[in-house]
């Protein structure tokens, strides 16, 4: 979030239970909603990027908080229409080379939504973290063997 958003909403723990607080106070301060759907447009747009295929951390990480900032502009009201076509290809291009050409092939970027977006991007996701778990037991198994 930025300045003044992120300050007018400081004080409260950033818990679920708060959020329905925080959307409250931002509303009354700065009126139907816009500066929230900015914020979260805003903060989607300058996420961090991811530099290796390999960090799944750093992955879900950029998941989540996509997914975070996708719920809160739903729960807004706001049609996935009026910013996919910014957000999705950012995202996407935040994400590492390997990983990118993973979940776009065949696909054109200004046709998808976020949502579709955010499945593909969880689907490889997982597909990746389960084979470097794979990885790493057959690695103990092969020391075991030596």
Known sequence: ?????????????????????AVRVLKKRYGKGTAIQQA???????????????????????YDRCGTHHRGLIALGVNDKTFVSVVVPTVIQKLPENFR????????????????????????????????????????KQARLE
């Open 1 to 21: 979030m930025q300045e003044p958003v992120r300050s007018t909403i400081a004080r409260l723990a950033r818990t679920g239970a708060n959020y329905e607080e």
């Open 40 to 62: 979260h447009v805003n903060d989607l747009l300058s996420l961090p990027p991811v530099y290796s295929d390999r960090d799944t951390l750093r992955l879900w990480r950029l």
């Open 101 to 140: 050409l993973s979940i776009t092939k065949g696909i054109e970027l200004l046709e998808w939504s976020m949502e579709q977006m955010l499945q593909t991007f969880l689907k490889e996701l997982e597909l990746r973290e389960d084979k470097l778990f794979f990885n790493v037991i057959q690695i103990s």
